[in-house]
Every structure is written in C-alpha cells, then in structure tokens.
C-alpha cells in the first residue's frame, strides 16, 4: 500500500530534550516536505527537500533541522525543543510535477512540556 | 502578507443540498496550481482536487468542482449534494509559481453537514 509513515504518533517531552520525528515514503517520490498545524493558522512550512541531499527552508524553520540521505527518509529533528514547538507536524511527498499533489502521513501530536 | 485566505472559520449546509467554501490567493506568479484537502476529525489529509493556473476549465473530480476565477484572484470548492460525511475541515493551498518547492495553506473551513 502506498502510503507516508510517521512516527511516533504522539509524544509529550520536555524542553531540552532532543527528538527526531521519523517519516518514510514508499512511492519513490522525488519531493518530500515538513508541515506543522496550528490552529487558526492552518499548515505551515518547515523544511522541504527536493531530493537526496537536497534540503531548503520552508516559511518557519527556526529551531528545526532535516536532512535526506536516503530518497524514502525525511526526519525533522528538534535538537532543543521549547514549548511553541507543541503542534500538529505533518509529513508529506509527491513526484516533482508540479500538479502533483502531496500525499500526507497521519501526523505527530508533539507537547513539548 | 497571506497568501491564501479562507474567510469562512465555520459553515453549516444541509444534507444533500450543495455549499461553497471559499479561498482567495495573492501571486504576482503567471504559474501557480491551486489545490483543496479535506481534513476529517480523525486528523488525516485528503487531497480533494486540483487546479493549474494555465487551466482554461474548471477542475471536477466527482462532486468536488472547483470554480476558478483568475482575475479576481479565486479557487472556491463547490461540493455538491452534501453528505454527513463531508463534515470536516477544508484547506486551500497554493503551490508557488516562483519556487515549485514551497506551499501555503490557508487557515481552513470548517464545514459541518446537519441531517
């Protein structure tokens, strides 16, 4: 089955304390993303990556990093997390056209105490 | 400056009859795609439909149609004959013309169909 795979799903921890959210793709999608929900905002974001080793900024990457070594990983690390960082972090990919629409993971519920 | 705006926080429709949702994009780009997801209570995100700016017809995907007004800067969803499970919250996003690589969403509306 198709599909992008995050995990965990949910996690509480406390400022300082650094976390990786994993995400995998097995589509063979070139383009893979990092979005974050917050309410009243609706999804923002964070990191993108075009390709392998290829990574750039999205609209609020402050505090987060990425990396892609490998065409299905995308990671998002949060090596000091603070409390602003709690929200709904979604990841998606999609083939590089550009009609071509992302398909979502089913979100990581992130407190940050 | 927003890029997207969905103005309707909320909205009600009745069963079976059809609603608008409403989105509204700011790009100097000639080049962009539109696109709509519908988020439902269990937290995933559909894709909807699809819009290319070049497109001269209107984008429909079953009941999901989309009425694209370039002039004025617009990409409402139209849903047709309602149904309790459209209930759910509903983004615009916008792909960038300038950088293919970068998206906006719009704050979402959440739609609520009444038996």
């Known amino acids: 089955e198709a599909q992008v795979t995050q995990n965990p799903r949910y996690l509480i921890t406390v400022t300082g304390k650094k976390l990786t959210v994993t995400c995998s793709q097995n589509m063979n999608h070139e383009y893979m993303s990092w979005y974050r929900q917050d309410p009243g905002l609706g999804l923002r974001q964070i990191y993108y990556?075009?390709?392998?080793?290829?990574?750039d900024k999205g609209d609020v990457p402050e505090g987060y990093k990425v990396s892609r070594k490998e065409k299905r990983n995308f990671p998002l690390i949060l090596e000091s997390p603070s409390p602003n960082q709690t929200s709904l972090y979604f990841c998606?990919?999609?083939?590089?056209?550009?009609?071509?629409?992302?398909?979502f993971g089913d979100g990581t519920r992130l407190s940050i105490l | 400056a927003q890029k997207i705006t969905q103005t309707q926080p909320g909205m009600f429709v009745q069963e079976k009859e059809a609603v608008t949702l409403d989105c509204t994009y700011d790009?100097?780009?000639?080049?962009?795609?539109l696109f709509w997801y519908k988020q439902p209570s269990s937290g995933e995100m559909i894709f909807l439909i699809y819009q290319g700016s070049y497109d001269e017809q209107n984008a429909t995907e079953g009941r999901y149609s989309l009425n694209f007004q370039k002039a004025r800067k617009s990409a409402n969803l139209v849903i047709s004959a309602s149904q309790l499970g459209d209930s759910a919250m509903y983004f615009c996003a916008m792909r960038d013309g300038n950088n293919f690589n970068k998206f906006y969403f719009g704050s979402g509306t959440k739609l609520n169909v009444k038996p």
């Open positions: 790009t100097s780009d000639q080049s962009y795609g």
């Open positions: 998606a990919s999609s083939f590089l056209d550009s009609n071509q629409p992302q398909h």
């Open positions: 990556s075009m390709n392998v080793e290829v990574t």
